[in-house]
């Protein structure tokens, strides 16, 4: 890449996470450090197409570290996605004097971005911001660390009303298509089962695993089930057939959900995001183009855009095994 960079436009999309805000800061201080123009586009690719965006300074990012959300909004948009929308964007981009983009979001904003720079030869840099830690190239997305503590701090307060009333929690966790949120949490707040899309543990081990756990001594139970998990139908049929086959249990089930995506960023993600989006700037200003920034063993690297996007993510097998370990 030959061009000159600018002025660089910086956008949040699809799923928001904790600290892209954090990482947006990054971005825009790292443009004026390098007296570099900085836009914020807001809504991501559908405010890209209606030209959505603003001046951003160093000022423009004061006490945001702290905030969840994205204070640049984001969307999916439909539009984008055909050839059409896109020459809009090109168009609003080129108008705007748009130089490249860094784009904050995961695997679809990643491809939005991808096909985006393939087909006009636009300079892009991915920051990956999901709580679901399923993007290849990097041990670590932005957001993740947070939910973790979101969802242990919230089994933490479940297992509680369990203990008082000798109850079963199943507790249902984000995790479409991977089990690291079911999985890391599950361990760390030290429930009996770990259901995984990973892992198929099957009805009848799951019964025999909670009658183990009732002749142990065990009055309350509490098993994590990651939302792609495809051991029942969904969670509330898993309580079902619980309470068929195991009467003695007392059931409740508690889908966490969004609230995961909320909260302040912990100490971890909004330095993750500081170093990530230093890195996206100086990266561009190198020349570099279609990269995700990724951290591997506390460095920062830089996976190709197209690698991130078709590449999957291993479960941590080791962890796994602790997970065994921990349950009898």
Known sequence: MSIKINKIGVMTSGGDSPGMNAAIRAVVRTCAFHQINCVGIYRGYQGL?????????????????????????SARSKEFRTKEGRIT????????????????????????AMVFSQQFDFPVMGIPGTIDNDIYGTSSTLGYDTALNTVVEAIDKIRDTASSHNRLFFVEVMGRDVGHIALNAGVGAGAEEILIPEEDLGKERLIESLKRSRLSGKSSSIVVVAEGDKTGENVFELKDYVEENLPEYEVRVSVLGHMQRGGSPSCWDRVLASRMGVKAVESLLEGKTNFMVGIKDTKMVLCPIEKAVKGETDINLELLRVSDIMTT
Do not use: C, H, P, W
């Open 49 to 73: 197409i209606e030209g959505d965006f603003k001046q951003m300074n160093a000022r423009s990012v004061n006490n945001i570290i702290n905030k969840g959300g994205t204070i640049l909004k």
């Open 89 to 112: 964007a090109y168009a609003k981009a080129k108008e705007e004097g748009l130089d490249a983009l860094v784009v904050i979001g995961g695997d679809g904003s990643f491809t939005g």
